[in-house]
């Protein structure tokens, strides 16, 4: 029997979080209700905080996070795919498989794509065609916290597939938060070389245990176009650049890194009302290849879960801090400053709504901007 009300994080308003008391949503048709076991910390989620809103996903007075991986309590009429007691991860979208944008394979443009957010909470709904077309049973073997990653590495995964990424190609990744880092690892894996050009002195180690074969810092050259296209063949320039950053200077510094017809993800999503200025002959006499990343899809979605499910994706390195549900306020608080040089911030904080948080192991205390 499921209690009446629960503990949850809600979004108030711009860097206006607060853990109240809710009631505890019920399973309607085709639904789904979990016992939230692990929720993660997000960049969208803080820039959500900071700005008291997304566009696309949800305004104040809402339930709050995205990343979430928990157990089956209840299971609604006609929701014939999984029973109570089933470990599941459930995605933040899913699409209607009907409009025009689905119908030409792009699913995560979808006129009416369908969010959900809550994660920060005792138990969390999971609406019907979540339930049906983006949600997927845990193995056994797969801690929650692990299975939580999903979402986000399933954007890096959508990004790696529109630049055709191989393995033998060469890639350079501008950023070294969590996403620069997902990037990092995910294209090493998978056997692309890997460049990075990174601002703060801690984020060289952290690259480099993450699979990049060559760090640029920038603070360390005078020219980081050039000490970054050194590393390259020839320093003819990369196969693939990704902007990790989501700041219109970065934008620009990724078309400089490409080869000629080379291929640049401007990953980074930079503020409302930014631009961005190209050199034009650039683009044209170097026929460059670029394109922007937005979301994910149920395709990149699988594909990612099977990544982190294969045991080849270093998951613990990313989860550096874990919290309790009361402490959420707090922790994007303090995801809110930069911590000082040489101090390890984290990459990813686990929330463990259901239970005490349990220790990450040292070893894996890495280092990662929260944007």
Not at 50 to 60: E, F, P
Not at 140 to 168: I, K
Request: charged share 20%.
């Amino acid at each position: 029997m499921l209690p009446t009300t629960m503990r949850a994080a809600v979004l108030r308003g711009k860097e206006d979080l607060r853990v109240e008391d809710v009631p505890v949503p019920r399973a309607g048709a085709g639904e789904l209700v979990l016992r939230v076991d692990a929720a993660l910390t997000c960049g969208t989620d803080l820039k959500v905080f900071r700005r008291g809103y997304h566009a696309k996903m949800l305004t104040a007075n809402r339930l709050f996070g995205h990343e979430v991986a928990g157990t089956v309590v209840e299971v609604g009429e006609g929701a014939t795919r999984f029973a109570v007691g089933d470990r599941v991860l459930p995605l933040n979208s899913a699409p209607c498989d009907a409009c025009f944008f689905c119908r030409n394979g792009q699913q995560n443009l979808c006129d009416d794509l369908l969010f959900n957010n809550g994660a920060y909470a005792e138990f969390i709904s999971i609406p019907a065609r979540i339930v049906e077309k983006n949600t997927h049973r845990i193995p056994d073997t797969m801690p929650f916290e692990h299975a939580a990653l999903t979402e986000p590495l399933a954007c890096v995964v959508r990004g790696l597939e529109q630049t055709e990424a191989r393995a033998g190609q060469t890639m350079i990744v501008l950023g070294a938060g969590p996403i620069g880092l997902l990037f990092i690892h995910a294209a090493a894996i998978e056997g692309l070389h890997v460049i990075a050009i990174v601002k703060r002195r801690d984020q060289v180690e952290t690259a480099t245990r993450f699979g990049a074969a060559h760090v640029v810092r920038l603070a360390d050259v005078d020219d980081p176009v050039q000490a970054a296209r050194s590393f390259t063949p020839e320093a003819r320039g990369a196969d693939i650049v990704i902007e990790a950053v989501a700041t219109p200077e970065a934008w620009e510094m990724a078309l400089h890194l490409a080869r000629k017809g080379g291929a640049v993800n401007l990953f980074g999503g930079p503020p409302a009302g930014t631009t961005a200025a190209f050199d034009t002959n650039l683009i044209h006499y170097s026929d460059l290849n670029i394109k922007a990343s937005f979301h994910h899809t149920p395709a990149t979605a699988q594909r990612a879960f099977e990544m982190l499910a294969s045991g080849r994706f270093d998951c613990e390195a990313f989860l550096t801090g874990t919290a309790s549900l009361e402490d959420v306020p707090e922790v994007f608080h303090n995801m809110l400053t930069r911590p000082p040089e040489g101090t390890a911030p984290e990459i990813k904080t686990v929330i463990h709504p259901a239970h005490a948080p349990r220790p990450i192991a040292s070893e894996h205390s890495l280092v990662g901007e929260t944007a």
